[in-house]
């Protein structure tokens, strides 16, 4: 939000002025697996709670999606999917030896 604005003012600008969306596919039952797990996890335990992509202001870095996912804004306010420690091995091994979803394969 640009600095020296009425309060006003920075409100109409948050609205013409939305945050980047991510485009993703994934498993419903991995989808399923990330939720369950991201309350397992004391980093994402209560993270986007009563927050979706649509609200959101510089202090808010996490929310959830509408399928349960929980993403983080960097710096730059890119959207990034966060990955409970249970399924970091997962993702990794999944990542590097899938034949279809990654240049590894």
């Known amino acids: 939000i640009p600095t020296g ?3 006003e003012d920075k409100l109409e600008w948050q609205q013409t002025h939305v945050p980047p969306s991510l ?3 994934m498993d419903p039952e991995l989808r399923q697996r990330f939720a369950e797990a991201y309350e397992d996890d004391p980093a994402f335990k209560g993270k986007g709670i009563d927050v979706d992509e649509r609200s ?3 202090g808010n870095k996490f ?3 509408a399928d349960g996912l929980l993403f983080f804004r960097d710096a730059d306010c890119v959207p990034r ?5 249970a399924l ?3 993702i ?3 990542g590097h030896e899938g034949p279809y979803e990654t ?3």
């Open 23 to 25: 485009q993703m596919k």
């Open 81 to 85: 999917l966060c990955v409970p420690l």
């Open 88 to 90: 970091r091995a997962f």
């Open 103 to 105: 240049a590894h394969g």
């Open 92 to 94: 990794l091994q999944w």
């Open 63 to 65: 929310y959830k999606g």
């Open 5 to 7: 604005l009425r309060f």
């Open 56 to 58: 959101w202001y510089g």
